[in-house]
């Protein structure tokens, strides 16, 4: 950032916690790149990367939900 004439001035970890069903899981990795990249190459329709997701996350599940944690940053900047 410095080179860009930014300097941080401020940065922020924290865990979010999320709540997901097997469907949900699915919809959400589909907005992963590699996911993204099989439809837009047409290797994948986005019906059958749905279909593919969600049968490949089901059997981690042993309720209907999980909760799911991402680690996240946030980070400020101000130009200088």
Not at 39 to 52: K, N
Not at 54 to 80: G, H, I, K, W
Request: charged share 15%; with cysteine; net charge negative.
């Amino acid at each position: 950032a410095a080179p860009h004439g930014f300097m941080r001035w401020h940065r922020e970890a924290f865990m979010h916690e999320v709540s997901f069903a097997p469907g949900e899981l699915a919809t959400y990795l589909t907005t992963q790149t590699n996911v993204l990249a099989a439809i837009a190459s047409g290797r994948e329709s986005p019906e059958s990367a749905l279909e593919w997701l969600t049968s490949a996350v089901a059997p981690y599940f042993v309720d209907l939900t999980a909760n799911f944690s991402f680690r996240c940053t946030v980070e400020a900047f101000q130009s200088t």
